[in-house]
């Protein structure tokens, strides 16, 4: 199957139903999203799949032909960063930092559909996010930055 | 090897008795100065001043022994040393170091000791000083017990002014103009005539002396960076998903394996049936491992479902095969033949409760599960002469030991890459998984081998934190709090832990009243007492250890006298606390929370306050009860942690810690049934999730006289506060753990 992963153009031959997490890591080598859970439950595996957060472990490999992927890498990198991943420094989000990629997709998502979100808002659409950590007061924090930054520009 | 070594290799040096009969070998061991590790690969013209700095012509690297968790200590760890150094961040890189006997930690003796943390006095002291001896004795290379940064904070720095004075001197040398009139910033010596020499470009110079360790540390006063807030080294990667963490760890050749132990732990496996799983895609092989079997494929996933497609008979569990039969025997357990330590006996607990109006309640604190984000994972390769490991680890040297003896090795014969990780909370003091996937390269010698285990398998795997039952008996008299006995129940999570990798304990385990004996209250009646059960489902070190569990049945009990003597629950606390640095804590989070406030009716505001590691911590949350359920709606935190390194990693840790230790009380539980955890994956054992975050208010303080870690002591604090809050807002009081088993949450 054939799909643009953070814009380039990829080939790949597996079996219909691999998730797309693991084409990402194990076929394609892009290891910023992680995999915690398997099961939708963590959303550390969240990419942008055709502009939507979604959870890639969900994603069958066989539903990908033409698909546009993008993932942590290409959001923003560190010397051109997102908006979000400016807030998420700014704010020091993160500490064992495996869930943040996953967090950082699901919130640029959040930001592109609701541009000033209410905590409640953030709690609804952040919900499937786990962080063990505990880093959701600074998750919150950094959403609300991010926001007002994207609104400035 | 010398008697002191098979000393320390037979006994884990815990006790207090077995610390006492270390002594002799400890003062001899100790004043030996171990080996800087450094010196071995030392390349020509690269110097290296002690086992911290090391700087060659092209940088400068500082060693972080400690393994990042996610606390940051990476960074602290860094700062230290550059404090003295005088190097930026964005100047030096950091490397974990090699497994290595000069990495002891200083500061593990703390909780090894039958003294409370908050006592100063002479005996307290002492034996600390000989428990640290039997630590250095040991070489015991250990993060964990909140110590790293009370193990770092005088060593780091004092590193960094020896390899600062050094510089200079090799400067001096260099320039023929006295090391009194240099002066040193931004990674280098500044001449008088403010020209600026690298330390790289006087490594060269450097290497030829002997090292300046005649320094003092600076004063508290001259510092740039300890005190101030810091961008975390890790912060950009963590950002970005360029941060390498075990799990991405991808090397020429390499194969990914995964495993399917029997579910029963410890069980044996009887036999299996892999035909089908051999015959599928990307299925190299199928090997058996000590209580299970591998798959061996070119993708995880391909693996993961090759396991699924296998057939297994398994041995029964060493261990009551329902969990109700785990209460039964700890509830069995409150017998003098099971009696571990009087650890607090002040007044007559005994006589004050002998009769009239007792009040007594019964506690239960779960097993519950470490489920760090990142899977279990390691990459192993095994040569002829050497093998190497690529993982996370709390313990390196250790691990060399158990890699080696799989793989025939000595242990400086396994190399060992440490890694950043995703969360331990205590999962990464275990060896099982690294053995495994050293079992299974030692089956495919010369290919690296990546074992990556499932969320179901890392759930299924785990040994959780111990349960425990409390039992307390209390009087109040004229309003006051005149009695309290407590006695808890539980099996030593030590000493199955331990047990794993050959040692024993001697003598008793703290961690069985840990956060309930030490708490510094001045009860004219004071009793607690540890009941070690025996025979139940492994255990290990969840964070904060024996604190949570011990601290809730404390602080929900001391709770429950209070409100029967009719008392306020913050003004008591604070009544009875016996330490002023423990009161000015209380007294701090009363004032911050507003504690006297008015409330609506179906608001509660409970306190708790549990020193754990030395720390100690109240916390204030006030809950609402609305038609959905209990809300969280704020949490105030106070500790004091003797001097704060960085402020806002310092109150990340702390709102971490604190929904850490809420989400856990509300959700989290392992039960047992037909031998085997009954829960599989985050759907029911999830902790927090941001809806249910409240707002965290954080003060640290700095009034205690010694540098204290701040990873477990938010924990503890969080279910008794929440339980008390729950009691004040609905005058319902739950005293088992989880929450949810006996109110809804919103």
């Given at each position: 199957?054939?799909?643009?992963?953070?814009?380039?153009?990829?080939?790949?031959?597996?079996?219909?139903?691999?998730?797309?997490?693991?084409?990402?890591?194990?076929?394609?080598?892009?290891?910023?999203?992680?995999?915690?859970?398997?099961?939708?439950?963590?959303?550390?595996?969240?990419?942008?799949?055709?502009?939507?957060?979604?959870?890639?472990?969900?994603?069958?490999?066989?539903?990908?032909?033409?698909?546009?992927?993008?993932?942590?890498?290409?959001?923003?990198?560190?010397?051109?960063?997102?908006?979000?991943?400016?807030?998420?420094?700014?704010?020091?989000?993160?500490?064992?930092?495996?869930?943040?990629?996953?967090?950082?997709?699901?919130?640029?998502?959040?930001?592109?559909?609701?541009?000033?979100?209410?905590?409640?808002?953030?709690?609804?659409?952040?919900?499937?996010?786990?962080?063990?950590?505990?880093?959701?007061?600074?998750?919150?924090?950094?959403?609300?930055?991010?926001?007002?930054?994207?609104?400035?520009? | 090897?010398?008697?002191?070594?098979?000393?320390?290799?037979?006994?884990?040096?815990?006790?207090?008795?077995?610390?006492?009969?270390?002594?002799?070998?400890?003062?001899?061991?100790?004043?030996?100065?171990?080996?800087?590790?450094?010196?071995?690969?030392?390349?020509?013209?690269?110097?290296?001043?002690?086992?911290?700095?090391?700087?060659?012509?092209?940088?400068?690297?500082?060693?972080?022994?400690?393994?990042?968790?996610?606390?940051?200590?990476?960074?602290?760890?860094?700062?230290?040393?550059?404090?003295?150094?005088?190097?930026?961040?964005?100047?030096?890189?950091?490397?974990?170091?090699?497994?290595?006997?000069?990495?002891?930690?200083?500061?593990?003796?703390?909780?090894?000791?039958?003294?409370?943390?908050?006592?100063?006095?002479?005996?307290?002291?002492?034996?600390?000083?000989?428990?640290?001896?039997?630590?250095?004795?040991?070489?015991?290379?250990?993060?964990g017990g909140?110590?790293?940064?009370?193990?770092?904070?005088?060593?780091?720095?004092?590193?960094?002014?020896?390899?600062?004075?050094?510089?200079?001197?090799?400067?001096?040398?260099?320039?023929?103009?006295?090391?009194?009139?240099?002066?040193?910033?931004?990674?280098?010596?500044?001449?008088?005539?403010?020209?600026?020499?690298?330390?790289?470009?006087?490594?060269?110079?450097?290497?030829?002396?002997?090292?300046?360790?005649?320094?003092?540390?600076?004063?508290?006063?001259?510092?740039?960076?300890?005190?101030?807030?810091?961008?975390?080294?890790?912060?950009?990667?963590?950002?970005?998903?360029?941060?390498?963490?075990?799990?991405?760890?991808?090397?020429?050749?390499?194969?990914?394996?995964?495993?399917?132990?029997?579910?029963?732990?410890?069980?044996?496996?009887?036999?299996?049936?892999?035909?089908?799983?051999?015959?599928?895609?990307?299925?190299?092989?199928?090997?058996?491992?000590?209580?299970?079997?591998?798959?061996?494929?070119?993708?995880?996933?391909?693996?993961?479902?090759?396991?699924?497609?296998?057939?297994?008979?398994?041995?029964?569990?060493?261990?009551?095969?329902?969990?109700?039969?785990?209460?039964?025997?700890?509830?069995?357990?409150?017998?003098?033949?099971?009696?571990?330590?009087?650890?607090?006996?002040?007044?007559?607990?005994?006589?004050?409760?002998?009769?009239?109006?007792?009040?007594?309640?019964?506690?239960?604190?779960?097993?519950?599960?470490?489920?760090?984000?990142?899977?279990?994972?390691?990459?192993?390769?095994?040569?002829?002469?050497?093998?190497?490991?690529?993982?996370?680890?709390?313990?390196?040297?250790?691990?060399?030991?158990?890699?080696?003896?799989?793989?025939?090795?000595?242990?400086?014969?396994?190399?060992?890459?440490?890694?950043?990780?995703?969360?331990?909370f205590g999962?990464?003091l275990?060896?099982?998984?690294?053995?495994?996937?050293?079992?299974?390269?030692?089956?495919?010698?010369?290919?690296?081998?990546?074992?990556?285990?499932?969320?179901?398998?890392?759930?299924?795997?785990?040994f959780?934190r111990?349960?425990?039952?409390?039992?307390?008996?209390?009087?109040?008299?004229?309003?006051?709090?005149?009695?309290?006995?407590?006695?808890?129940?539980?099996?030593?999570v030590i000493?199955?832990q331990?047990?794993?990798?050959?040692?024993?304990?001697?003598?008793?385990?703290?961690q069985?009243?840990?956060?309930?004996?030490?708490?510094?209250?001045?009860?004219?009646?004071?009793?607690?007492?540890?009941?070690?059960?025996?025979?139940?489902?492994?255990t290990s070190s969840w964070r904060a250890v024996g604190?949570?569990?011990?601290?809730?049945?404390?602080?929900?009990?001391?709770?429950?006298?209070?409100?029967?003597?009719?008392?306020?629950?913050?003004?008591?606390?604070?009544?009875?606390?016996?330490?002023?640095?423990?009161?000015?804590?209380?007294?701090?989070?009363?004032?911050?929370?507003?504690?006297?406030?008015?409330?609506?009716?179906?608001?509660?505001?409970?306190?708790?306050?549990?020193?754990?590691?030395?720390?100690?911590?109240?916390?204030?949350?006030?809950?609402?009860?609305?038609?959905?359920?209990?809300?969280?709606?704020?949490?105030?935190?106070?500790?004091?942690?003797?001097?704060?390194?960085?402020?806002?990693?310092?109150?990340?840790?702390?709102?971490?810690?604190?929904?850490?230790?809420?989400?856990?009380?509300?959700?989290?539980?392992?039960?047992?049934?037909?031998?085997?955890?009954?829960?599989?994956?985050?759907?029911?054992?999830?902790?927090?999730?941001?809806?249910?975050?409240?707002?965290?208010?954080?003060?640290?303080?700095?009034?205690?006289?010694?540098?204290?870690?701040?990873?477990?002591?938010?924990?503890?604090?969080?279910?008794?506060?929440?339980?008390?809050?729950?009691?004040?807002?609905?005058?319902?009081?739950?005293?088992?753990?989880?929450?949810?088993?006996?109110?809804?949450?919103?």
């Amino acid at each position: 199957m054939r799909f643009t992963v953070n814009g380039t153009e990829r080939e790949v031959e597996v079996e219909e139903d691999m998730p797309l997490l693991w084409v990402l890591r194990d076929e394609l080598g892009l290891t910023g999203m992680k995999y915690g859970c398997g099961v939708a439950q963590c959303g550390a595996c969240t990419v942008h799949l055709d502009g939507a957060a979604v959870r890639s472990c969900q994603i069958a490999a066989g539903t990908l032909e033409g698909a546009e992927v993008v993932t942590i890498e290409g959001l923003g990198t560190p010397t051109a960063l997102h908006a979000v991943q400016e807030a998420w420094i700014e704010h020091q989000v993160a500490q064992c930092g495996y869930c943040q990629s996953g967090q950082i997709m699901q919130a640029a998502a959040l930001l592109e559909a609701t541009p000033d979100p209410s905590d409640e808002d953030i709690g609804f659409e952040m919900d499937g996010n786990l962080c063990r950590c505990g880093t959701y007061p600074r998750i919150r924090a950094a959403i609300h930055a991010a926001a007002a930054k994207l609104r400035e520009a | 090897m010398s008697r002191a070594g098979k000393i320390a290799r037979r006994t884990f040096l815990i006790g207090s008795a077995a610390i006492a009969g270390g002594v002799a070998f400890g003062v001899y061991m100790v004043r030996r100065t171990p080996a800087n590790p450094l010196e071995e690969d030392l390349a020509e013209g690269a110097a290296t001043f002690n086992p911290w700095v090391l700087i060659d012509a092209e940088r400068v690297t500082l060693i972080t022994p400690h393994a990042d968790l996610g606390q940051g200590t990476v960074s602290a760890q860094a700062a230290l040393i550059a404090e003295e150094l005088d190097i930026e961040f964005g100047q030096f890189v950091t490397d974990f170091g090699p497994p290595a006997r000069a990495y002891w930690n200083t500061a593990m003796s703390e909780e090894a000791v039958p003294f409370r943390a908050t006592d100063d006095g002479f005996a307290a002291e002492t034996m600390r000083d000989v428990a640290g001896g039997a630590i250095k004795l040991l070489g015991l290379q250990a993060t964990g017990g909140s110590t790293a940064i009370p193990d770092s904070f005088d060593k780091l720095r004092r590193a960094g002014a020896v390899a600062r004075e050094t510089l200079k001197l090799a400067a001096s040398r260099r320039t023929g103009i006295p090391v009194a009139e240099l002066s040193t910033a931004n990674g280098a010596v500044q001449l008088p005539d403010g020209t600026a020499l690298p330390y790289t470009e006087l490594a060269e110079t450097a290497a030829t002396l002997e090292p300046v360790t005649d320094v003092s540390l600076r004063d508290p006063s001259e510092w740039r960076l300890i005190g101030t807030p810091m961008e975390r080294l890790d912060i950009l990667g963590k950002s970005t998903g360029t941060l390498g963490y075990g799990i991405d760890i991808s090397l020429e050749g390499m194969v990914h394996a995964a495993i399917r132990l029997n579910p029963r732990k410890g069980g044996a496996l009887i036999g299996h049936d892999a035909t089908e799983a051999r015959g599928m895609r990307g299925v190299r092989d199928v090997v058996e491992i000590t209580g299970g079997v591998a798959v061996i494929a070119d993708n995880t996933w391909r693996a993961f479902r090759a396991l699924d497609a296998i057939t297994f008979d398994w041995g029964p569990a060493p261990y009551p095969a329902e969990q109700e039969d785990h209460w039964q025997r700890v509830g069995d357990s409150f017998t003098d033949e099971h009696l571990d330590r009087v650890w607090r006996d002040d007044g007559d607990a005994g006589a004050a409760l002998d009769g009239g109006e007792v009040i007594e309640a019964e506690y239960r604190s779960p097993y519950v599960a470490h489920a760090p984000l990142e899977p279990l994972n390691a990459v192993v390769l095994v040569e002829a002469d050497r093998a190497e490991v690529w993982t996370s680890h709390q313990i390196p040297r250790q691990l060399q030991v158990e890699v080696g003896q799989i793989t025939g090795h000595a242990p400086e014969q396994v190399t060992f890459h440490n890694q950043y990780v995703g969360g331990s909370f205590g999962h990464r003091l275990e060896f099982e998984f690294v053995k495994q996937a050293a079992e299974i390269a030692n089956q495919l010698r010369g290919t690296p081998v990546k074992l990556t285990y499932s969320r179901e398998e890392d759930f299924a795997q785990d040994f959780t934190r111990h349960i425990a039952m409390g039992r307390a008996r209390g009087r109040v008299e004229n309003g006051q709090v005149t009695a309290l006995a407590l006695d808890i129940a539980a099996p030593s999570v030590i000493a199955s832990q331990v047990g794993r990798i050959g040692l024993s304990v001697p003598g008793p385990d703290v961690q069985i009243v840990a956060g309930a004996w030490n708490n510094p209250y001045a009860i004219p009646d004071f009793r607690v007492r540890a009941f070690r059960a025996e025979g139940l489902a492994p255990t290990s070190s969840w964070r904060a250890v024996g604190a949570p569990g011990a601290g809730f049945i404390f602080d929900t009990f001391l709770d429950e006298l209070i409100h029967a003597a009719g008392a306020n629950p913050m003004e008591e606390r604070i009544r009875l606390m016996d330490h002023d640095v423990s009161r000015r804590v209380l007294e701090t989070a009363a004032e911050m929370s507003d504690w006297g406030a008015p409330l609506e009716a179906n608001q509660g505001k409970g306190v708790a306050f549990v020193e754990s590691f030395g720390v100690p911590v109240a916390e204030v949350v006030q809950v609402t009860d609305t038609d959905r359920g209990i809300r969280i709606d704020k949490v105030w935190v106070v500790c004091d942690v003797g001097t704060i390194v960085d402020p806002v990693n310092f109150e990340n840790l702390v709102q971490g810690g604190v929904v850490f230790g809420l989400g856990h009380a509300m959700n989290c539980e392992i039960t047992y049934a037909d031998g085997m955890a009954q829960q599989e994956n985050y759907y029911d054992h999830e902790g927090m999730r941001i809806h249910q975050c409240p707002e965290i208010i954080v003060a640290g303080l700095e009034n205690g006289t010694q540098v204290r870690g701040i990873g477990e002591p938010p924990v503890p604090p969080a279910a008794p506060a929440l339980g008390n809050a729950i009691f004040a807002a609905t005058g319902r009081r739950l005293r088992a753990l989880p929450f949810r088993n006996g109110i809804d949450f919103a």
